[in-house]
């Protein structure tokens, strides 16, 4: 009997069609937020060869995204939000592709050190990787002493907070030291708990000696400083700081550390007291009293403080005494030292004016009289605005013509000089973080007058906010620019 069907099934109209296309479209769209964000880790081992050492790059210097560690000659580690990556060789003048990268989401990265060819990460939920800085596997993971409550990176934009001065993280040679809420924690190369202590009171700020110690800061009343070995915990020492204390001339992660500056309670203006950090006992250091002086070493043992006084670079002992040096010049480019050219292999006499020598219009510097500064003072010359950082014997600068100049911190002569971007005048800058390596720098450009509350689209220069310069050698002219 023919009941009028046609065997065709009856088509849904209206809303409910909408409604049931919607539902599916949020499933799926559920289902790839899910498998977007669901907690994962996400290792990249190292593609390709391990980056050679000093190349030659094209320019003097170049612009980063993110904060560089420099790794020897080899490697440069980065940390963002939720990401630790290496890239290499290390004087490339451009960040490069991710030779490893490690992702661990939704952990965020609380701070990056490296001590034995490891860098050894801390995370939110308080685990530590160690990623092997060769091949990018993950050498040890440990769990970690507790992270502080509602531990979070603290990075910014470039991530130069993270891999600079971590909070709570030190390396002593081949140590690695985690100060948690409930306990500090020493660890080895292999991942192996060398010791371990509860955090104490007050804890306040910690960092590692250019000698060899772990030093805690208490706050408990008058400030103290604990000295530790860093290999078994061993208390060494106590020390009656007596104000708040701020660690000088350290490399990154607030370690080696070479001097301290003490602001004492109701001292009268801004100067502090700076001492150094030798065996034994801290020594006063009068040289170190301005909270502008650099600290930095000469490479023969000496420490020196360099501060600026009329435009000028002053740089005498940190223990206090007669200046030893004054400069304030032209920053063109010159021949490096043999030293220098050996490192970049550049054969001998390729380069600008060789070290030493007369610049065009600049009369040779006197030799002064006995115990008198060596004067490098041109009449005229731009006036140099900032320090930058030290390494070994050589200190960097920031003149009044947006140059940086690399500068021999035993007699004042100039290495070489590379003129920043002239559009960016040096008034409207001020450096932020910055670290120096062998004839190598690299520092921050935030905002002058701008305060760290601001967001970070204000408080940086760029979205590009780090330089990295260095005496690179340019094979087509054949100079160091």
């Given at each position: 009997?023919?009941d009028?069907?046609?065997?065709?099934?009856?088509?849904?109209?209206?809303?409910?069609?909408?409604?049931?296309?919607?539902?599916?479209?949020?499933?799926?769209?559920?289902l790839?937020?899910?498998?977007?964000?669901?907690?994962?880790?996400?290792?990249?081992?190292?593609?390709?060869?391990?980056?050679?050492?000093?190349?030659?790059?094209?320019?003097?210097y170049?612009?980063?995204?993110d904060?560089?560690?420099f790794?020897?000659?080899?490697?440069?580690?980065?940390?963002?939000?939720?990401?630790?990556?290496?890239?290499?060789?290390?004087?490339?003048?451009?960040?490069?592709?991710?030779?490893?990268s490690?992702?661990?989401?939704?952990?965020?990265?609380?701070?990056?050190?490296?001590?034995a060819?490891?860098?050894?990460?801390?995370?939110?939920?308080?685990?530590?990787?160690?990623?092997?800085?060769?091949?990018?596997?993950?050498?040890?993971?440990?769990?970690?002493?507790?992270?502080?409550?509602g531990?979070?990176?603290?990075?910014?934009?470039?991530?130069?907070?993270s891999?600079?001065a971590?909070?709570g993280?030190?390396?002593?040679?081949?140590?690695?030291?985690?100060?948690?809420?409930?306990?500090?924690?020493?660890?080895?190369?292999?991942?192996?708990?060398?010791?371990?202590?509860?955090?104490?009171?007050?804890?306040?700020?910690?960092?590692?000696?250019?000698?060899?110690?772990?030093?805690?800061v208490?706050?408990?009343?008058?400030?103290?400083?604990?000295f530790?070995d860093?290999?078994?915990?061993?208390?060494?020492?106590?020390?009656?700081?007596?104000?708040?204390?701020?660690?000088?001339?350290?490399?990154?992660a607030?370690?080696?550390?070479?001097?301290?500056?003490?602001?004492?309670?109701?001292?009268?203006?801004?100067?502090?007291?700076?001492?150094?950090?030798?065996?034994?006992?801290?020594?006063?250091?009068?040289g170190?009293?301005?909270?502008?002086?650099?600290?930095?070493?000469d490479?023969?043992?000496?420490?020196l403080?360099?501060t600026?006084?009329?435009?000028?670079?002053?740089?005498?002992?940190?223990?206090?005494?007669?200046?030893?040096?004054?400069?304030?010049?032209?920053a063109?480019?010159?021949?490096?030292?043999?030293?220098?050219?050996?490192?970049l292999?550049?054969?001998?006499?390729?380069?600008?004016?060789?070290?030493?020598?007369?610049?065009?219009?600049?009369?040779?510097?006197?030799?002064?009289?006995?115990?008198?500064?060596?004067e490098?003072?041109v009449?005229g010359?731009?006036?140099v605005?900032?320090?930058?950082?030290?390494?070994?014997?050589?200190?960097?600068?920031?003149?009044?013509q947006?140059?940086?100049?690399?500068?021999?911190?035993?007699?004042?002569?100039?290495?070489?000089?590379?003129t920043?971007?002239?559009?960016?005048?040096?008034?409207?800058?001020?450096?932020?973080?910055?670290?120096?390596?062998?004839?190598?720098?690299?520092?921050?450009?935030?905002?002058?007058?701008?305060?760290?509350?601001?967001?970070?689209?204000?408080?940086?220069?760029?979205g590009?906010?780090?330089?990295?310069?260095g005496?690179?050698?340019?094979?087509?002219?054949?100079?160091?620019?």
């Amino acid at each position: 009997m023919d009941d009028g069907s046609t065997g065709r099934r009856p088509r849904v109209r209206g809303p409910l069609a909408v409604l049931l296309a919607c539902a599916l479209l949020a499933g799926l769209g559920a289902l790839a937020a899910y498998r977007t964000l669901r907690p994962a880790e996400v290792l990249t081992l190292a593609r390709g060869p391990y980056p050679a050492g000093p190349t030659t790059p094209l320019r003097g210097y170049g612009r980063f995204a993110d904060a560089p560690l420099f790794v020897g000659e080899q490697v440069r580690v980065y940390a963002n939000k939720y990401q630790v990556k290496a890239d290499g060789p290390g004087n490339q003048r451009f960040q490069a592709s991710p030779y490893w990268s490690l992702r661990r989401w939704p952990q965020q990265v609380l701070g990056v050190v490296v001590a034995a060819g490891r860098a050894v990460t801390r995370w939110s939920d308080g685990e530590l990787t160690a990623t092997d800085v060769r091949s990018g596997a993950v050498a040890w993971r440990q769990p970690g002493p507790a992270v502080p409550a509602g531990a979070r990176y603290t990075g910014r934009r470039d991530g130069a907070g993270s891999v600079y001065a971590p909070d709570g993280m030190h390396t002593a040679a081949d140590t690695v030291i985690v100060r948690g809420r409930t306990e500090t924690v020493a660890y080895d190369p292999a991942g192996a708990v060398r010791w371990r202590e509860p955090a104490g009171a007050c804890p306040v700020e910690s960092f590692t000696t250019t000698d060899g110690r772990y030093a805690v800061v208490r706050g408990c009343g008058p400030e103290t400083v604990e000295f530790r070995d860093p290999r078994t915990g061993r208390l060494r020492d106590t020390w009656a700081a007596g104000g708040a204390v701020t660690p000088l001339a350290c490399a990154p992660a607030r370690s080696a550390c070479v001097a301290l500056r003490v602001a004492r309670p109701g001292a009268p203006g801004p100067r502090g007291e700076g001492w150094l950090l030798a065996a034994g006992r801290p020594a006063r250091a009068a040289g170190l009293d301005n909270p502008g002086a650099l600290a930095m070493a000469d490479g023969r043992g000496q420490v020196l403080a360099a501060t600026l006084a009329d435009g000028a670079v002053v740089v005498g002992p940190a223990a206090g005494g007669p200046a030893l040096w004054r400069w304030r010049a032209p920053a063109v480019p010159v021949r490096p030292d043999p030293a220098t050219a050996a490192l970049l292999g550049i054969p001998p006499g390729v380069g600008g004016l060789r070290p030493g020598t007369p610049l065009p219009g600049i009369p040779a510097a006197p030799p002064g009289r006995p115990g008198a500064p060596r004067e490098l003072v041109v009449p005229g010359a731009p006036a140099v605005r900032h320090l930058l950082a030290s390494h070994a014997d050589s200190l960097y600068v920031v003149t009044a013509q947006n140059r940086v100049a690399e500068l021999d911190t035993r007699t004042g002569a100039l290495r070489a000089g590379f003129t920043l971007d002239r559009s960016e005048a040096v008034r409207t800058w001020v450096p932020g973080w910055a670290v120096a390596g062998p004839h190598l720098v690299a520092f921050e450009q935030l905002r002058a007058g701008v305060p760290a509350t601001r967001d970070d689209a204000e408080y940086y220069l760029s979205g590009e906010p780090v330089i990295v310069a260095g005496p690179f050698y340019n094979p087509k002219s054949r100079r160091i620019e």
